[in-house]
C-alpha cells in the first residue's frame, strides 16, 4: 500500500505503525482523528503529507524527521509561527501555509532553496519575509 486516506476515523498514537510503507498520507478535514502526539516517523517512506482543516495550531514536530517527504500541506490551519526545523526538510518541493495566522517567516526557510518549487502563504498575516544572508569569502 503506498497511498492512505484516513476519514472519519481514531487513530491511536501508535496507529502509524501498522502502515510503515505508506508513500501518501491524507488526514484533511479530520481534526479529531489525528493523535495528540503523532509519531510520523514510524512511516519513513513518507512523500507527500496532507494536514489540510485539522485545527492544528503549531506543526508535529514529528514531521521534521520524515527525510523523503516531498509535498506537505498545512493549509487552513490555525497556525501561527513557523518553525525554524523546517529547514531539516531539504527534500520538500511543496509546502502549502496558506490560509493559517503567520504573520512572519523564519529566514531559515529560504534554505529549502533550490528543491522548494512551492510556497503557498496567501491567506496569512504576513508582515514580514527575509530569506538568509549567506557569507561572502573575503578575497
Same mark, same amino acid.
Given at each position: ?9 481514531? !487513530? $491511536? =498514537? ?11 498520507? %491524507?488526514?484533511?478535514?479530520? =481534526? ?11 512511516? $519513513?517512506?513518507? &512523500?507527500?503529507?496532507? /494536514? ?5 495550531? @503549531?506543526?508535529?514536530?514529528? !514531521?521534521?524527521?520524515?527525510? &523523503?517527504?516531498? !509535498?506537505?500541506?498545512? *493549509?487552513? +490551519? *490555525? /497556525?501561527?509561527?513557523?518553525?525554524? @526545523?523546517?529547514?531539516?526538510?531539504? *527534500?520538500?518541493? @511543496?509546502? %502549502?501555509?496558506? %490560509? +493559517? ?5 523564519? $529566514? @531559515? ?12 502563504? %496567501? ?5 514580514? /519575509?527575509?530569506? $538568509? ?7
Amino acid at each position: 500500500m503506498t497511498t492512505l486516506l484516513l476519514h472519519d476515523l481514531q !487513530i $491511536p =498514537a501508535d496507529g502509524f505503525q501498522a502502515v510503515s510503507r505508506v508513500q501518501v498520507l %491524507d488526514l484533511s478535514g479530520n =481534526a479529531a482523528s489525528l493523535p495528540e502526539h503523532p509519531v510520523f516517523s514510524s512511516i $519513513p517512506h513518507l &512523500q507527500e503529507l496532507y /494536514l489540510r482543516r485539522i485545527q492544528l495550531h @503549531e506543526v508535529p514536530s514529528d !514531521i521534521f524527521s520524515l527525510q &523523503q517527504l516531498r !509535498i506537505l500541506d498545512l *493549509s487552513q +490551519n *490555525s /497556525l501561527q509561527s513557523v518553525p525554524v @526545523e523546517f529547514q531539516h526538510l531539504t *527534500s520538500l518541493t @511543496e509546502l %502549502d501555509l496558506s %490560509d +493559517n495566522n503567520i504573520a512572519v517567516l523564519p $529566514p @531559515e526557510l529560504g534554505l529549502l532553496e533550490p528543491n522548494l518549487q512551492a510556497l503557498r502563504l %496567501d491567506g496569512n498575516p504576513l508582515r514580514s /519575509l527575509q530569506l $538568509p544572508t549567506r557569507k561572502r569569502a573575503l578575497t
